[in-house]
């Protein structure tokens, strides 16, 4: 009897570090921060210079969020990617409004080329 509760003790001892180390780093839920960053490198957020910021600021507070975490403050890591999702979210909106801008002004030139075309004809059935 004596043996086997110094076993069980020796045991504790033992594999006490290995458990307390499985949790000492706080598992975060990075996908959507992923998600959000890969989204805006996909719609050329790099391209468009207001984007490339908010892009660059979501990069970095991922990384900072990794290294809070490593230190065990989870609430604040998980505050720094709830920031980077917003910021990568950002990139996505302001990269795709920058397209829809360019849209709209090819759209805008192409029909003043059109009115400038048919008023050419026009002009010459009037002489």
Avoid: W
């Amino acid at each position: 009897m004596r043996h086997l509760h110094m076993v069980v003790l020796a045991g504790s001892v033992l594999f006490a570090p290995l458990f307390a180390g499985c949790g000492s780093s706080p598992q975060l839920n990075k996908e959507p921060t992923t998600s959000a960053i890969r989204a805006a490198e996909e719609v050329g957020a790099s391209s468009v210079p207001s984007a490339s910021l908010y892009l660059q600021l979501a990069k970095e507070e991922l990384e900072n969020a990794k290294g809070i975490a490593a230190k065990g403050d989870k609430e604040q890591a998980e505050s720094m990617l709830l920031r980077a999702q917003a910021d990568g979210e950002l990139a996505v909106a302001l990269s795709r409004g920058d397209a829809d801008k360019k849209e709209a002004t090819e759209a805008i030139e192409r029909v003043r080329q059109l009115r400038q075309d048919n008023q050419i004809p026009q002009e010459r059935k009037n002489q």
